[in-house]
Nanobody, 115 residues
Framework: VQLQAFGGGLVQPGGPLRLSCAAS????????RGWYRQAPGKQRELVAV???????HYVDSVKGRFTISRDNAKNTVTLQMNSLKPEDTAVYYC??????????WGQGTEVTVSS
């Protein structure tokens, strides 16, 4: 499985931004897909995940602001981020977890929230 992330950039506080992650390869082996982020000087943290069954989970700090969704026809997962805050500034990584518990990572995409 290969993952390619799109989106990211500079946005003002309160603004929206959308990240997308396209998967290719052995798509059938993917159990869950998600987004992680790593801010400078901090550990990488899970932001949101969506399972093959459609269940979603969010870290508390983004609940009500971020929405993760998947388009199975396009093998794409999207993270819609609204009401962005400076503390959301980080490098965001898309992730896939296979049915054999293998973690696949895409390249990071930088999100900067600043006026």
């Amino acid at each position: 499985v290969q993952l390619q992330a799109f989106g990211g950039g500079l946005v003002q506080p309160g603004g929206p931004l959308r990240l997308s992650c396209a998967a290719s390869g052995s798509i059938f082996s993917i159990h869950a897909r998600g987004w992680y982020r790593q801010a400078p000087g901090k550990q990488r943290e899970l932001v949101a995940v969506i399972t093959s069954g459609g269940s979603t989970h969010y870290v508390d700090s983004v609940k009500g602001r971020f929405t993760i969704s998947r388009d199975n026809a396009k093998n794409t997962v999207t993270l819609q981020m609204n009401s962005l805050k400076p503390e959301d500034t980080a490098v965001y990584y898309c992730n896939a977890l296979t049915t054999t518990a293998q973690a696949i990572w895409g390249q990071g995409t930088e999100v900067t929230v600043s006026s």
